[in-house]
């Protein structure tokens, strides 16, 4: 089945140590996002690719970075997570030019955890 | 710019009752509307969704919408509560033209008792 997948599922890092996490798809899709959502909230974009064009929402802490080498893969690399960062990291897909009408469609979640 | 209010952090329903949760939404564009439920430790996964066409909007597990501009809203509903509904329910908008970002309400659990 065609699908969102994210590696690994829970991730546990120490303060200040970089930690990558994956999301990769088999839908195709021109534009992924990442998402972080923490406890009781709802999800909150970080970042989004329309193909290799990166988009960062202007409140995305610098501390987060993306890379998308290809259609299929993108990482969501932290370079010194703080305990604030310890969330739940979405990544989502979402076909492009028009097609699909705005339907965004979610990988299982990698839940971070920050010691 | 385009919002969203979910009435209700909580609902709690017996089984095989009635699930009614609400949303309201504010968008200056013609929007697209969606359905999202959560269950604990997952991703988000499409409940329904309005796009322009019929206005009542049917998806998966019994669930259903119903898409009303005049009230600006789209409420979801389902007949009959199952335990198995028992999950975090989100409602977003999107605008249908741009990135089409979506913009999330703050989510409803949803709690069934036996």
């Known amino acids: 089945d065609a699908m969102v997948i994210q590696n690994p599922r829970y991730q546990v890092t120490q303060f200040g140590k970089p930690v990558t996490l994956s999301c990769s798809q088999t839908l195709n899709h021109n534009v992924m996002y990442w998402y972080q959502q923490k406890s009781s909230q709802a999800p909150k974009l970080l970042f989004h690719y329309y193909d290799k064009d990166f988009n960062n929402e202007a409140d995305t802490p610098d501390n987060f970075q993306s890379r998308r080498p290809n259609t299929s893969f993108c990482f969501l690399d932290i370079r010194s997570p703080g305990l604030g960062d310890a969330a739940m990291y979405l990544c989502a897909t979402r076909i492009g030019a028009g097609g699909g009408k705005g339907t965004q469609y979610f990988g299982p ?3 971070l955890t920050v010691l | ?89 989100f ?24």
């Open chain 2, 1 to 89: 710019a385009q919002s969203v209010t979910q009435l209700g952090s909580h609902v709690s329903v017996s089984e095989g009752a009635l699930v009614l949760l609400r949303c309201n939404y504010s968008s200056s564009v013609p929007p697209y509307l969606f359905w999202y439920v959560q269950y604990p430790n997952q991703g988000l996964q499409l409940l329904l969704k309005y796009t322009s066409a019929a206005t009542l909007v049917k998806g998966i597990n019994g669930f259903e919408a119903e898409f009303k501009k005049s009230e600006t809203s789209f409420h979801l509903t389902k007949p009959s509560a199952h335990m198995s509904d028992a999950a975090e329910y």
């Open chain 2, 91 to 114: 409602c977003a908008v999107s605008e249908n033209t741009g990135f089409q970002k979506l913009v999330f309400g703050t989510g409803t659990r949803l709690l069934v008792s036996p």
């Open chain 1, 109 to 111: 979640g990698t839940r």
